[in-house]
């Protein structure tokens, strides 16, 4: 069936790093693909999304592209803060409320 | 002003016992959803209804009964409550197939 597999974490990082957080997906057809993030205690946010190849979603210093040919929706931000610290869902969704989520990806950032 | 709102956000409860969980979205989505976090963080889909009706229906122990008054509301009953299902369960709604899907902050079950 369809799904999203992104890079297992956790990822430790100083602040102002560099930051990519892979996520794939397997579909029949062409997913809406998004990025949700969870910080502690809270529910899920959507944080970007993109629904068709070559769209490109960003929100707070966050992109991702929605690239066909290689399957993928990597999650970048060029300087990160201590408050990203979180946890980021990639998930993809193409019928009636069947988003799939990968398992997560724990981020940490240091001062 | 909460969009999609879900009661009680903590519950601790002995094995064996009946508890509900309530949700409430004002966003006039049509679609409500009940997802599962475990411990792993792993999110996984339980129910999907639209407008009142049941869409999707994983595979859940048939403890666990979605209830739908009207398309506002989406409440989680579960019978003879075991250690296992301990978790985090979020209430999520949308308006259409492939719209953006907006979360609850979760309802905190613990099982002892």
């Known amino acids: 069936g369809d799904s999203v597999t992104q890079m297992e974490g956790p990822v430790t990082l100083s602040e102002e790093a560099f930051l990519t957080i892979n996520c794939t997906y397997t579909?029949?057809?062409?997913?809406?693909l998004f990025w949700y993030v969870q910080y502690p205690g809270e529910g899920l946010q959507l944080l970007l999304k993109?629904?068709?190849?070559?769209d490109k979603g960003s929100n707070k210093g966050f992109e991702a592209t929605y690239r066909k040919e290689t399957t993928s929706f990597h999650l970048e931000k060029g300087s990160v803060q201590v408050s990203d610290s979180a946890v980021y869902f990639c998930?993809?969704?193409?019928?009636?409320?069947?988003?799939?989520f990968g398992r997560g990806t724990q981020l940490t950032v240091w001062p | 002003d909460t969009a999609v709102s879900q009661t009680p956000k903590y519950l601790v409860t002995q094995m064996g016992n009946d508890k509900s969980i309530k949700c409430e979205q004002n966003?006039?989505?049509?679609?409500m959803y009940w997802y599962k976090q475990d411990s792993k963080k792993f999110l996984k889909i339980m129910f999907s209804?639209?407008?009142?009706?049941?869409?999707i229906n994983e595979t859940v122990p048939n403890r666990f009964s979605p209830k739908s008054p009207d398309k506002a509301h989406l409440n989680l009953h579960i019978n003879s409550l075991e250690l296992g299902d301990s978790a985090v369960y979020f209430c999520?709604?949308?308006?259409?197939?492939?719209?953006?899907?907006?979360f609850g902050e979760g309802s905190w079950l613990t099982v002892v």
């Open positions: 999520a709604s949308s308006q259409e197939a492939r719209a953006t899907i907006y």
């Open positions: 579909a029949t057809g062409y997913p809406s």
């Open positions: 993109a629904t068709k190849a070559d």
């Open positions: 998930g993809g969704g193409s019928t009636l409320g069947r988003l799939y």
């Open positions: 966003l006039g989505h049509d679609t």
């Open positions: 209804y639209n407008n009142k009706e049941l869409i």
